[in-house]
Structures are given as C-alpha cells and as structure tokens.
C-alpha cells in the first residue's frame, strides 16, 4: 500500500504546543518529572491523572502475547549470508538524512491508541476510498467485515499528521483494530484503510487478506514505543524499523505479508527483515540518551523489525494525542527530558546491528 511519507519535524516544541491548544480538553498535570539515571530501570512513572473510561495508553509490553512476533527473544539467532552488506545498507540510509539522525516518530506518523473497556459502544466505520480503488474491497464492509463494529470510545483522537492513525484494543473480546487516515466526518468515523486482528493474545502479530495499516501487513502498535515502556525503563518487545528504500514489493521477509517497496538491489533490505543490535555492543557505554539505550537494549533482545518505508530511517514512539485529549498534558516532553525527538536517537550504532536469515522464526510459528 502506498503510505504517506513520514517527515520528521523542524519544531518538536512547536508541534506539541499546536497540538496541546487543539486537543487538550482536560487541566490534569503529571504527578511527577521522570528522572532518567545510569541504567534501564531509572525512569519514573508519570501518571496519566484524571483519565476516565479507556486506557489511552498503549499497555506495557504490547497487546501481543509471548507467541507473537514482537515477543520473540532473537538474541542466540544465527545471521543472514548477506548480513555485513544489509547492514551497511541501512547505515547508509541513515546516514544520507537529518545529519545521520534516525527520526523518533512521536508527534506525527504515529498512532494513537485506546484499550476499551468492556461494553464500548460500537460503531460501523465508513469507508473513505482515499486511494480511488475501483472495487469494494471483500471483507472490509458488511457483516464480519473489518469495519463493522468497532468500538471506537467517545473522543478518541487519531494520531497527528497525515496518516492520523489510531489502534484501538479490547481486551474483553481479545480485539484490536488499526485505522489509518481514520477521522471523524459528520458524526461518523472513516477511514481509508486498517483492519482487525482476532485472538490478539495468541496472534502472531501482524494482519491478513490484504489489510492493516503498515505497508507490510504487521501490526502498527506491535513494534510502536509505548509511553508505559518509557516509563518502565525497559522496552520488552521488538521495534518498527521504517526505511526510506526497502526490497521491490514481491521480495519480502516473514512476518511481513505484502511489501511497497521497489530497491531490486543485491543488498535491498526486505520488508519483514529482523535486524538484531550486536549482543556485543556495551549499552551502558554508549554516548546516546537515555531512551535510545531502552531502544539499544530491546534491539539486542528482541531486534528490529523492517514494517515499512519512510522519509527517513524511523523508529516509532505512541503518539501523545490521546492522552492530551484526555488529560490536557503531554508526557512526552519530560519523558525526553527536553531533548527534541529529531533528537533522541542521535549517536545510535546503525553499523553495528545484524541481519538475521530470510523468514527468520517462520518455522515455529503457530
């Protein structure tokens, strides 16, 4: 599917102070600063006060359980034959933008997300046929379709940016649906694409038949930088990677489904391709801030996962929408201590990561 490219953005302050004065409809404040010390334990919790009804936090770890893809420990997995030149490949991309800097997609390219209570009232999402397509697509519309039913909470807030993306979970009927350019018109929520994944707790954590939001069919939130895992410390779960170039469209890697990309190079990086920081690399030495040693150590762990393409290499951070909407703060700002998100991943070891075989874990998967 053809995406809007993700910028990262000249002005983070400017971003969030635009983005407070549109949605924030509440005075509640943060109990507390986070304070960030040596280690992967350090951050305190910032309290999301005066929340009612849904959760407008992505949950701790993800919604996936330990079957799926985003749970998978890969640190003792063998390396693709073409591993040193993959690598090299995606270092080069990062290198060529934003001063080598990877964007942290915070405030825009994002999602937003709502874990719904049990009884939400559910909606039938129309179909906004941005892309033009010339057909219905089956199974997106009517009885069982993808948007029929989806229980969407009263003022929920689609992520900033064009894609305005939203996820949303119900943990009751063990649901999660995905939207992107999801709006609401009239009264009435649309969006242009998304989907539904059933049994999200034994699900392998990515969509089928031809929808979700990602270009390669994996689940957006999966592989998202929840504010909970900032918060924690510790990130217990794989990462989106986002790529400017990414292997032609009909070269992809399990878990990916489907694929937009278009490098028919030797060296081209698959979408569904799980990159592994270096074991090796010692975390604590590194000179990057604090939320990029939570994205090192999870990169050693869990890796990398190749989602989608992007204006730039990009990892991708909950947006804070939500919560402003529901609390009239954003946690984000104090949780990067001040430092600007074009900033956060400054100095991240692109070079030192590992490419891991074709389809990797294909073969254990349920």
Same mark, same amino acid.
């Given at each position: 599917?053809?995406?809007?490219?993700?910028?990262?953005?000249?002005?983070?302050?400017?971003?969030?102070?635009?983005?407070?004065?549109?949605?924030?409809?509440?005075?509640?404040?943060?109990?507390?600063?986070?304070?960030?010390?040596?280690?992967?334990?350090?951050?305190?919790?910032?309290?999301?006060? !005066?929340?009612?009804?849904?959760?407008? @936090?992505?949950?701790?770890?993800?919604?996936?359980?330990?079957?799926?893809?985003?749970?998978?420990?890969?640190?003792?997995?063998?390396?693709?034959?073409?591993?040193?030149?993959?690598?090299?490949?995606?270092?080069?991309?990062?290198?060529?933008?934003?001063?080598?800097?990877?964007?942290?997609?915070?405030?825009?390219?994002? @999602?937003?997300?709502?874990?719904?209570?049990?009884?939400?009232?559910?909606?039938?999402?129309?179909?906004?046929?941005?892309?033009?397509?010339?057909?219905?697509?089956?199974?997106?519309?009517?009885?069982?379709?993808?948007?029929?039913?989806?229980?969407?909470?009263? !003022?929920?807030?689609?992520?900033?940016?064009?894609?305005?993306?939203?996820?949303?979970?119900?943990?009751?009927?063990?649901?999660?649906?995905?939207?992107?350019?999801?709006?609401?018109?009239?009264?009435?929520?649309?969006?242009?694409?998304?989907?539904?994944?059933?049994?999200?707790?034994?699900?392998?954590?990515?969509?089928?038949?031809?929808?979700?939001?990602?270009?390669?069919?994996?689940?957006?939130?999966?592989?998202?930088?929840?504010?909970?895992?900032?918060?924690?410390?510790?990130?217990?779960?794989?990462?989106?990677?986002?790529?400017?170039?990414?292997?032609?469209?009909?070269?992809?890697?399990?878990?990916?489904?489907?694929?937009?990309?278009?490098?028919?190079?030797?060296?081209?990086?698959?979408?569904?391709?799980?990159?592994?920081?270096?074991?090796?690399?010692?975390?604590?030495?590194?000179?990057?801030?604090?939320?990029?040693?939570?994205?090192?150590?999870?990169?050693?762990?869990?890796?990398?996962?190749?989602?989608?393409?992007?204006?730039?290499?990009?990892?991708?951070?909950?947006?804070?929408?939500? @919560?402003?909407?529901?609390? !009239?703060?954003?946690?984000?700002?104090?949780?990067?201590?001040?430092?600007?998100?074009?900033?956060?991943?400054?100095?991240?070891?692109?070079?030192?990561?590992?490419?891991?075989?074709?389809?990797?874990?294909?073969?254990?998967?349920?």
């Amino acid at each position: 599917m053809n995406r809007s490219r993700r910028l990262r953005l000249a002005a983070a302050a400017a971003t969030i102070a635009a983005l407070t004065s549109a949605l924030a409809t509440g005075s509640a404040s943060a109990s507390a600063a986070p304070s960030v010390s040596k280690g992967h334990r350090a951050v305190s919790d910032v309290r999301l006060a !005066g929340v009612r009804g849904p959760d407008v @936090t992505i949950p701790y770890g993800t919604p996936f359980g330990k079957l799926s893809v985003w749970r998978q420990d890969v640190r003792s997995a063998p390396l693709n034959g073409n591993s040193a030149a993959m690598v090299a490949n995606v270092a080069d991309q990062a290198a060529k933008y934003y001063g080598g800097v990877a964007a942290f997609n915070v405030n825009r390219y994002s @999602t937003s997300f709502y874990a719904v209570p049990a009884g939400t009232a559910r909606v039938d999402v129309r179909w906004d046929n941005c892309q033009k397509k010339t057909w219905t697509p089956s199974g997106l519309l009517g009885a069982g379709g993808q948007f029929t039913q989806v229980p969407i909470p009263a !003022g929920a807030v689609p992520a900033a940016g064009t894609d305005g993306q939203l996820t949303v979970w119900s943990p009751d009927t063990d649901q999660l649906w995905e939207l992107w350019q999801a709006k609401k018109v009239g009264g009435t929520w649309q969006a242009c694409w998304g989907g539904r994944i059933d049994q999200v707790s034994s699900s392998p954590g990515y969509f089928t038949g031809g929808f979700g939001v990602s270009a390669s069919g994996l689940s957006y939130g999966g592989g998202t930088i929840a504010i909970k895992d900032v918060q924690a410390g510790r990130i217990e779960h794989a990462l989106a990677l986002q790529l400017p170039s990414t292997a032609n469209w009909n070269n992809f890697s399990w878990p990916a489904q489907r694929s937009d990309g278009n490098d028919t190079g030797k060296n081209a990086v698959p979408e569904g391709t799980r990159l592994r920081l270096d074991p090796s690399v010692d975390v604590d030495a590194l000179r990057i801030s604090p939320i990029a040693k939570m994205v090192a150590r999870a990169a050693q762990t869990y890796g990398f996962i190749v989602t989608d393409k992007a204006g730039a290499v990009a990892v991708v951070a909950e947006s804070p929408a939500a @919560t402003v909407a529901a609390t !009239g703060t954003n946690p984000w700002p104090a949780l990067m201590q001040g430092k600007p998100d074009y900033q956060v991943m400054a100095g991240f070891p692109w070079d030192r990561l590992q490419a891991l075989p074709r389809d990797y874990g294909k073969t254990a998967a349920r």
